[in-house]
C-alpha cells in the first residue's frame, strides 16, 4: 500500500517561513492534500491540489509538489497556526482505490 | 452551507457494537460521497473506507474489511458506521468526512469518540 511519510515535528519562530515535507513514492504525479488539525478539533482543509486554498484559509498557506516530495509551505507564522499537519493523497494506483493520510507533523511556534 | 453532525460520545465493552451516525444538511448525500476517518488517541488519522461513486460501491481500507460497516440513509441524508466486537484498540476518535470534488474532505463532523473498555 502507498506510505506518505512526515517529519513528526517541525519548530518556527512567529513571522518566520515553515516547511513541512511530505515523502512518498512518485508522488509528484498525484494530487496533495494537507489538513490542520488543533488539538480537540476535526482536521480542516487547508491546502488542496497542493497549491489551492479554500475559502476563508489565509494565503500564507501554499503548497508545491515534485519529483518524490511535496511540501506545505506556511509563511508569516503566527501562533495560531501551532497544529498537526497531515498531506493527503487519493491512491489508484493498484486496482484499488485508497485515501492515504502522512503519518502527521506537530507544528510548534515558538 | 454543508455541515456534518455525528452522533454523540459512546462507551461500550469488549465484545459489544456500536453505531455513529452523521447528518448532513446544506447538501444531501447522493451530492457527497460520505467517507470515514479514525484517530486512535495520540496517532494520526486513518481513512476507514467510504462511498465510490464512480463504482457506485463502498470501498473499505484493508485493514478495515473486516468487523466495519458503513451505510447510508438517503432519504434522512444520514450516514452510519458500524463497529462490531469492539476491541480497547477500537478507541478511537471516529469522523466522517466528505468532499465536493472527491479526492479529499473538505467537509468533516465534528467527531464521536467511542471508548471500548470493561
Known amino acids: 500500500s502507498y506510505v506518505l511519510t512526515q517529519p513528526p515535528s517541525v519548530s518556527v519562530a512567529p513571522g518566520q517561513t515553515a516547511r513541512i515535507l511530505c515523502g512518498g513514492n512518485?508522488?509528484?504525479?498525484?494530487?496533495v492534500h494537507w489538513y490542520q488539525q488543533k488539538p480537540g478539533q476535526a482536521p480542516v482543509l487547508v491546502v488542496y491540489?497542493?497549491?489551492d486554498g479554500p475559502s476563508g484559509i489565509p494565503d500564507r498557506f501554499s503548497g508545491s509538489n515534485s519529483g518524490s516530495t511535496a511540501t506545505l509551505t506556511i509563511s508569516r507564522v503566527e501562533a495560531g497556526d501551532e497544529a498537526d499537519y497531515y498531506c493527503?493523497?487519493?491512491?489508484?494506483?493498484?486496482?484499488?482505490?485508497?485515501?492515504?493520510f502522512g503519518t502527521g507533523t506537530k507544528v510548534t511556534v515558538l | 452551507q454543508v455541515q456534518l453532525v455525528q452522533s454523540g460520545a459512546e462507551v461500550k465493552k469488549p465484545g459489544a457494537s456500536v453505531k455513529v451516525s452523521c447528518k448532513v444538511s446544506?447538501?444531501?448525500?447522493?451530492?457527497?460521497?460520505m467517507h470515514w476517518v479514525r484517530q486512535a488517541p495520540g496517532k494520526g488519522l486513518e481513512w476507514m473506507g467510504g462511498?465510490?461513486?464512480?463504482?457506485?460501491?463502498?470501498i473499505y481500507a484493508q485493514k478495515f474489511q473486516v468487523g466495519v460497516t458503513m451505510t447510508e440513509d438517503t432519504s434522512a441524508d444520514t450516514a452510519y458506521l458500524e463497529l462490531s466486537s469492539l476491541r480497547s484498540e477500537d478507541t478511537a476518535v471516529y469522523y466522517c468526512a466528505t468532499g465536493s470534488k472527491g479526492d479529499y474532505f473538505d467537509y468533516w463532523g465534528q467527531g464521536t469518540l467511542v471508548i471500548v473498555s470493561s
Open positions: 493527503q493523497v487519493w491512491d489508484s494506483s493498484s486496482d484499488r482505490h485508497d485515501y492515504v
Open positions: 491540489d497542493e497549491g
Open positions: 512518485n508522488i509528484g504525479s498525484k494530487g
Open positions: 446544506g447538501s444531501t448525500l447522493t451530492e457527497l460521497p
Open positions: 462511498f465510490d461513486p464512480e463504482d457506485a460501491e463502498t
